[in-house]
Nanobody, 117 residues
């Protein structure tokens, strides 16, 4: 069974930075598509950033220029560098992975990011 474990969430002041990590473990054969979602106080889950096969990255408009997604295929890990954090970034951040084409979806349990003064 594949498991995703997020880390790095914390309480941070506006303008601060955090780096989230998501490590996949288990029977890993490849890295296909990986992404970060977030679920805020209103419980709507939105796609924040994705790193898909072929090396392309995509970002939610509200985080573009502030967040950077990267992946280390050798370590089966995806990162989300978050700079200039704003209170509206407060959410549970969840890691998503599809590790092979047409394979199943995997989700982490989430890590809490709180941006507050």
């Amino acid at each position: 069974q594949v498991q995703l474990v997020e880390s790095g969430g914390s309480l941070v002041q506006p303008g601060g930075s955090l780096r989230l990590s998501c490590e996949a473990s288990g029977r890993i054969l490849s890295m296909y598509d990986m992404a970060w979602y977030r679920q805020g106080p209103e419980l709507q889950r939105e796609l924040v950033a994705s790193a898909i096969h072929g090396g392309k990255t995509k970002y939610l408009d509200s985080v573009k220029g502030r967040f950077t997604i990267s992946r280390d295929n050798a370590k089966y890990t995806v990162y989300l560098q978050m700079n200039n954090l704003k209170p509206e970034d407060t959410a549970v951040y969840l890691c998503y992975a599809q590790l092979r084409q047409f394979g199943p979806d995997y989700w982490g349990r989430g890590t809490q990011v709180t941006v507050s003064s």
